[in-house]
C-alpha cells in the first residue's frame, strides 16, 4: 500500500474499518523490509453470522471550534474548519433468501461472510492572510506620492499616518526603455551613466502592457488601511480547500473447511479538492485558484490462508493497487476539457484548457504549481509466508516479488506558464538593473517586463518501473521462561527504475572534453581582463544507449539484512517473579525503497525558463 510516486499510503480506511493495527517503530522481524521508518499493519474487519451494523455522523463548524494561538493584539485569525463525516457500516453471513433465489437460495452462516464499509466526508478548511495591494492611482501607472515599506508601495502620507517611518525605502520609477511601436528595446548606458527616472514618477500610458491592463480587473479590490503586525496592509485575503472523498470497503470471506480461508477485500477512495484564494468560487470566478486535486485510489487484496497441520500454516496474497493523483485546474479550465485562458490572452500553451500565473509582486492572478503533473502508478505483488512451530521456536519463512509503475506527465509551464514580475523587483525598473536603486515589481508587471518566465515547450510522458523480490527466514526461540530471541535474515534485491523508452540517464564527467571558443567574445571576458578560450563540455549519457544499462546506477546484489532481538525479564533473589521489568534490545540493518523519491521527472528534458523578457518577446 506505499506508493511508487511518493512513500505514503495509496488507499486509507474509516477506524472502523480496522479490526487491529500494529506500529513497529524499530528491531521488526526479517518479514519486513524497504523501509527506512517503521511498519504500520493493518487488518480488516469481516463479516460474523450475526448481522451487525454502524451508521454515524461527525461534525465540526467554527461556532464550536477553539481560536487559534496568536500573538497578534488585533485581527486575531479565526478557525474556519468546517466538517460533515458520515458512516455506514454493516456485516454479517451472505444469505440467499429461498423466497427470493429459489434453487440459487444460499446459506452462509459458519462459511461465507461479507462487510461493507462506506464513509463520504467533506470539509472546509480556510487560512486568513493581509496583503498591500496598489492604490487605483497605482494601477493607472501613477507613483507619484509612493513610498515603499514591508509588503510592498503605499502614499507616503499614509505611512506617515500610521507613524511607519522608519521602514520608508526609495520607490523610484527609472525608464529602462525605448519604445519602437509596440515593442520595447532596452536603452544602452554608457560608462558611469544610469536610467533616467520616469517624470513625477508616472509611468506614460503609452508604455502601460495592453495584456497587464486586462489582468488588473482579476486583481483583489484594496480596501482601507490597517496594522498587521505592525506592517502596513489593505486587504484581508483567504486562502481555501474544499475537499469531498468517499471511502468505500468491501470485504468477502468463505471458510472452505477447517483448513482453508479465503478472504478478498476491495477499496477505493475517491477525492476532489478544490483550493481557491479572494473571490474564488467554482462556476463564477475561478480564475485566482489553487488548483483543483484530483485522486482516484483502488486496491484489490486476496488471501489464502491454508493449515496444513496445527504446527504447519501457509497464508499467500495476492495484490494489486492504483492510483491516478492529479494536480489540474478548476473545471472551468481543466487542462483537457476546460477553456484556456492563456490562448485567450494570446499567450502560448500546450493543452486544451489551463491557466497561466501572473506573480505581480502584490498579489498573483491565476495559478501554476511545480509539483503540477498527471500521475498513474500501478503496484501488483505476490507474498507468500510459512509458518511453523516446533517446540520453544517459531519459523517463519516468506518471498515477496513486487512491481511498481509510474506513468508521469509534468505539467508546469505547459497550460500558460509562469509570468515573474517579483523575482527581482528592481530588475528592469531601477536605476541600473541588478545593483540598482528603486524600482518596484508592480511596475515592472505594467510595463508588461517580467524576470522570468516558466514555458513547457513540449508533453513528454515519462513511463518509470521498479522491480523487487526478497526472501527471509525469522526464528522466535523462546530459549528460557525469561528470555526469547529473535534472529533473522532477510534478502532484499531491487532493481533500480527503468523508463520504458529510455528517457533517463546521467552526465558522465569521465568523459568531459574542452573545445575552443570563437574569439572575439566579449562574454568571455573576466572582471580582471584575463579571457576565456576554451569550455568544458560534459555529455549527458541516456541510459540504454550506447552500450549503457537501462539502469542509472548499478544493481547492488548483496543486500543481506541481518535481525536480532531479546527480550529478557531478569529474576534475582525472586525479584520480578511476575515479568513486570522487562528489558528489550536488537540490532537490525534495512534497506530503503528505491520508489516514492517524488513524482516529477528526473532528469525532465521538456522543462523551459527563460530570463527577463516582455510579453512580446522571449529573449
Known amino acids: ?34 523501509t527506512g521508518g517503521g511498519v504500520v499493519n493493518m487488518t480488516t474487519k469481516s463479516g460474523t453470522n450475526q448481522y451487525n451494523g454502524t451508521a ?4 465540526r463548524n467554527p461556532a464550536l471550534n477553539a481560536t487559534p494561538f496568536t500573538t497578534s493584539s488585533n485581527n486575531s485569525p ?76 503605499a502614499p507616503r502620507d499614509v505611512v506617515e499616518r500610521f507613524a511607519l517611518q522608519n521602514q520608508i525605502a526609495d520607490a523610484t520609477i527609472y525608464n529602462q526603455w525605448i519604445v519602437n511601436g509596440n515593442l ?26 495592453p495584456l497587464s491592463q486586462e489582468l488588473l480587473k482579476y486583481m483583489p479590490t484594496a480596501g482601507e488601511y490597517f496594522l498587521a503586525d505592525g506592517n502596513l496592509r489593505n486587504y484581508v485575503s483567504e486562502t481555501f480547500i474544499k475537499n469531498l472523498e468517499k471511502r468505500l470497503t468491501v470485504r468477502l470471506d468463505h471458510q472452505f473447511n477447517s483448513a482453508n480461508r479465503l478472504s478478498g477485500r476491495y477499496t477505493q477512495v475517491p477525492i476532489r479538492g478544490d483550493r481557491g484564494r479572494g473571490d474564488f468560487q467554482i462556476g463564477r470566478d475561478e480564475i485566482n485558484s489553487g488548483g483543483t486535486d484530483y485522486s482516484w485510489s483502488k486496491q484489490v487484496l486476496l488471501t489464502d490462508t491454508h493449515i496444513f497441520s496445527p504446527k504447519v500454516v501457509n497464508e499467500l496474497r495476492l495484490n494489486y493497487t492504483f492510483g491516478r493523483f492529479t494536480k489540474n485546474f478548476p473545471p472551468m479550465f481543466d487542462a483537457l476539457t476546460g477553456r484556456n485562458f492563456s490562448t485567450e490572452l494570446g499567450l502560448p500553451s500546450l493543452t486544451p484548457g489551463g491557466l497561466p500565473e501572473f506573480a505581480t509582486g502584490p498579489a498573483s492572478i491565476g495559478w501554476s504549481l511545480s509539483q503540477q503533473n498527471e500521475n498513474a502508478e500501478h503496484s501488483y505483488g505476490i507474498a507468500n509466508n510459512l509458518s511453523w512451530t516446533q517446540g520453544n521456536m517459531s519459523w517463519k519463512f516468506g518471498v515477496d516479488l513486487s512491481q511498481q509503475r509510474l506513468k508521469t506527465i509534468p505539467m508546469f509551464g505547459a497550460s500558460g506558464g509562469r509570468y515573474e514580475f517579483n523575482r527581482n523587483p528592481t530588475l528592469t525598473n531601477s536605476t541600473g538593473g541588478n545593483a540598482g536603486t528603486g524600482g518596484s515589481e508592480f511596475a515592472q508587471f505594467l510595463l508588461g517586463t517580467y524576470n522570468q518566465t516558466t514555458l513547457r515547450e513540449v508533453f513528454i510522458p515519462y513511463y518509470y518501473q521498479w522491480n523487487s523480490a526478497a526472501a527471509f527466514a525469522q526464528n522466535d526461540w523462546k530459549l528460557r521462561p525469561n528470555l526469547t530471541l529473535n534472529l533473522g535474515l532477510r534478502y532484499s534485491l531491487q532493481l533500480p527504475r527503468t523508463e520504458k523508452y529510455d528517457r533517463q540517464g ?16 566579449p562574454q568571455c571576458v ?87 523578457g516582455t510579453f512580446d518577446t522571449r529573449s
Request: charged share 15%; with cysteine; aromatic share 16%.
Open 78 to 153: 479565526q478557525s474556519n474548519r468546517r466538517q460533515h463525516q458520515f458512516g455506514l457500516i454493516v456485516g454479517g453471513p451472505i444469505v440467499l433468501p429461498k423466497k427470493i433465489f429459489g434453487p440459487a437460495a444460499y446459506d452462509g452462516h459458519d462459511k461465507s461472510f461479507f462487510f461493507v464499509a462506506y464513509e463520504p466526508r467533506y470539509y472546509y478548511d480556510a487560512t486568513q492572510g493581509t496583503q498591500l495591494l496598489p492604490t487605483p492611482a497605482m494601477l493607472r501607472g501613477d507613483f507619484s506620492n509612493a513610498v515603499r515599506v514591508n509588503g510592498g508601495l
Open 1 to 34: 500500500n506505499t506508493g511508487a510516486g511518493l512513500g505514503r499510503a495509496i488507499v486509507t480506511f474509516s477506524p472502523d474499518t480496522i479490526q487491529e493495527f500494529t506500529v513497529q517503530t524499530s528491531n521488526f522481524s526479517a518479514e519486513f523490509g524497504t
Open 506 to 521: 546521467a552526465f558522465l564527467p569521465e568523459l568531459a572534453k574542452e573545445f575552443p571558443i570563437t574569439q572575439p567574445c
Open 526 to 612: 573576466l572582471p580582471d581582463g584575463r579571457t576565456i578560450t576554451t569550455a568544458l563540455v560534459v555529455p549527458f549519457g541516456y541510459s540504454g544507449r550506447g552500450g549503457r544499462s537501462r539502469y542509472i546506477f548499478p544493481v547492488e546484489k548483496l543486500n543481506f539484512e541481518p535481525r536480532f532481538g531479546f527480550a529478557y525479564a531478569p529474576r534475582l533473589f525472586g525479584w520480578n517473579e511476575n515479568s513486570r521489568f522487562v528489558v528489550r534490545g536488537g540490532y537490525g540493518l534495512s534497506h530503503a525503497a528505491l520508489t516514492g523519491m517524488g513524482r516529477n521527472p528526473s532528469p525532465d528534458f521538456a522543462a523551459g525558463t527563460t530570463d527577463f
Open 56 to 59: 454515524y455522523w461527525y461534525h
Open 184 to 209: 520595447f528595446t532596452r536603452r544602452t548606458l554608457a560608462a558611469g551613466q544610469t536610467f533616467p527616472a520616469f517624470p513625477d514618477n508616472k509611468i506614460p500610458a503609452n508604455m502601460l502592457d
